[in-house]
């Protein structure tokens, strides 16, 4: 094979899957976002879970220390993820309505 036939058949591959690689790598992400940003809350709360325990049973026990980010700012960013997810899916319906489309045999 020549380099031209290997780079026309390249190009027509990219333009065949690229959407579909590209929407499932920004679904993909936003999911990876919108979780990464819940892991902060969700510490948050099992940590104030803790404390009550301790508050409950051994009240002369230190507490554990609470953190948190502002709100503000984790909805945002869990925002951000939204809409990127959102994003892949209309790419991916966009791909997958420009396929051709093959019947049942």
């Known amino acids: 094979m020549s380099d ?61 220390p609470e953190f948190s980010l502002p709100w503000p700012y984790e909805v945002k960013v869990a925002g951000v993820g939204v809409i990127v997810v959102v994003l892949g899916i209309f790419i991916g319906l966009w791909a997958q309505a420009r396929s051709p489309r093959q019947t049942a045999p």
């Open 4 to 64: 031209s036939s290997l780079l026309r058949s390249g190009w027509i591959r990219v333009k065949q899957y690229g959407p579909s690689a590209l929407a499932a790598g920004l679904m993909y992400g936003g999911i990876y976002q919108i979780f990464e940003e819940l892991r902060y809350p969700l510490g948050n709360c099992i940590v104030k879970l803790v404390n009550m325990v301790i508050r409950q049973s051994f009240p002369d026990r230190m507490l554990l």
